[in-house]
């Protein structure tokens, strides 16, 4: 799986969108990109993936460059309860031969301060 | 509560211990995962089932570890004579395989304390 590279911590005002970026540089034609995020104590939560195409869900929304290199997870709406580490996770389609793990950098902090 | 639970949440044991650990899983997700965090890091793999079959254990997993999900349901995992250095986070988490296994549903921990 390709390598992501995400900044160590970001602040957010409350009711501000949230804008969290990766750069994955080396991704492959067939990998898609994954956004997680872990509130203290908590286990990581699944947020969105794509593949190129932007996605939205109620979450959030996930914008890919066309070179896919890079993507940017928004938050339209921070509130503190968003207050967590965020993981972009680089990972090949499909449920076969070994792809079947998650594989978490350090990831980003979001603060979201009132 | 439909999500994937672990059962203790916390355990505080001594060097040299056994200790075993529960996950119930999503009950329709056939795929479950095991993995470690320690502090400042990111969740690590550890080894995953698909029904009853452990197919995958990464290097991490020591001959002191081992998992079993016994009928393809909850799974348990086990540390023999534990170390402080096993002091971490275990997470367990569960997916479909047939939606690729990207979207994996974590339950809430085990915390281990090695003292």
């Known amino acids: 799986d390709a390598k992501t590279t995400q900044p160590t911590s970001m602040d957010c005002a409350e009711g501000r969108a949230a804008n969290l970026p990766c750069n994955h540089s080396t991704i492959s034609g067939n990998e898609y990109v994954y956004w997680y995020r872990q509130i203290h104590s908590q286990g990581p939560q699944y947020i969105i993936h794509?593949?190129?195409n932007n996605e939205t869900n109620e979450m959030a929304s996930l914008i890919i460059t066309e070179d896919r290199k890079s993507s940017t997870l928004i938050l339209p709406h921070a509130t503190l309860r968003d207050t967590a580490v965020y993981y972009c996770?680089?990972?090949?389609?499909?449920?076969?031969?070994?792809?079947?793990?998650?594989?978490f950098g350090k990831g980003t902090l979001l603060t979201v301060n009132p | 509560d439909t999500g994937v639970s672990q059962d203790p949440r916390h355990k505080i044991t001594k060097r040299g211990q056994n200790v075993t650990f529960r996950c119930d899983p999503i009950?329709?997700?056939?795929?479950l995962y095991w993995y470690r965090q320690t502090l400042g890091q990111g969740p690590e793999f550890l080894t995953y089932?698909?029904?009853?079959?452990?197919?995958?254990k990464s290097r991490l997993l020591s001959d002191r570890f081992s998992a079993e999900r016994p009928k393809g349901s909850f799974s348990t995992l086990e540390i023999q004579r534990t170390e402080q250095g096993d002091s971490a986070m275990y997470l367990c988490?569960?997916?479909?395989?047939?939606f690729g296994g990207g979207e994996q549903y974590f339950g809430p921990g085990t915390r281990l304390t090695v003292t």
């Open positions: 996770i680089v990972r090949v389609a499909g449920s076969g031969g070994s792809n079947y793990k998650l594989t």
């Open positions: 009950s329709e997700h056939n795929r």
């Open positions: 988490a569960s997916s479909l395989a047939r």
């Open positions: 794509g593949l190129k």
């Open positions: 089932f698909q029904n009853e079959a452990q197919l995958e």
